[in-house]
Antibody
Framework: QVTLKESGPALVKPTQTLTLTCTVS??????????VTWIRQPPGKALEWLARIDWDDDKFYNTSLKTRLTISKDTSKNQVVLIMTNMDPVDTATYYCARTTNLGDLSLYDYWGQGTLVTVSS | DIQMTQSPSSLSASVGDRVTITCRASQSMSSYLNWYQQKPGKAPKLLIY???SLQSGAPSRFSGSGSGTDFTLTISSLQREDIATYFCQQTYSAPRDTFGQGTKLEIK
């Protein structure tokens, strides 16, 4: 059974660094073709793609947020970590991790974590 | 970036109605389009991929169509459990996908 679960602080102060962890089960982060993506959703707003890491450690970032984001994985712990620096109240959102599957050139998010709400406030 | 515009932003319909949601891309993207359903307080769930393929486990009353820049999600007979927000997602520019702003569906 494939599951993903996000964890991290519910509240961070402006300018602080946010560290989120996505713990996966039911698949291995080292298996060829496995990809995990971070996506966020501000309250009442649309989804925003943040970053992706692939089984071969290729990494991709949202162009607008690239300087603030770092994605990594620990295969032995079945974890993907997202670090976002210099947090601002506009970063208040629910953060999701999702397994990303490719069908040819088409990518889709077939399994999602439950999401974790992060509020940025002093 | 490819911009995705969904319409309407909200919709109220009766049980049994046929419901249509559209998504328009700012440039042609073949069939690189997925649809997700998000119920309140829950993570999104994949409904349709590659514009018209029904995800395993999704009810057959859901269907998708379109290619190029214009896409449609249709619910053939609305059920109460379909109350949710629906998002389209383009993956033509993968890995940097973008999503539509969502359509909130309510029951009259």
């Amino acid at each position: 059974q494939v599951t993903l679960k996000e964890s991290g602080p519910a509240l961070v102060k402006p300018t602080q660094t946010l560290t989120l962890t996505c713990t996966v089960s039911g698949f291995s982060l080292s298996t060829s073709g496995v990809r995990v993506t971070w996506i966020r959703q501000p309250p009442g707003k649309a989804l925003e793609w943040l970053a992706r890491i692939d089984w071969d450690d290729d990494k991709f970032y949202n162009t607008s947020l690239k300087t603030r984001l770092t994605i990594s994985k620990d295969t032995s712990k079945n974890q993907v970590v997202l670090i976002m620096t210099n947090m601002d109240p506009v970063d208040t959102a629910t953060y999701y991790c999702a397994r990303t599957t490719n069908l040819g050139d088409l990518s889709l998010y077939d399994y999602w974590g439950q999401g974790t709400l992060v509020t940025v406030s002093s | 970036d490819i911009q995705m515009t969904q319409s309407p932003s909200s919709l109220s319909a009766s049980v049994g109605d046929r419901v249509t949601i559209t998504c328009r891309a700012s440039q042609s993207m073949s069939s690189y389009l997925n649809w997700y359903q998000q119920k309140p307080g829950k993570a999104p769930k994949l409904l349709i991929y590659a514009a018209s393929s029904l995800q395993s486990g999704a009810p057959s009353r859901f269907s998708g169509s379109g290619s190029g820049t214009d896409f449609t999600l249709t619910i053939s007979s609305l059920q109460r459990e379909d109350i949710a927000t629906y998002f389209c997602q383009q993956t033509y520019s993968a890995p940097r996908d973008t999503f539509g702003q969502g359509t909130k569906l309510e029951i009259k």
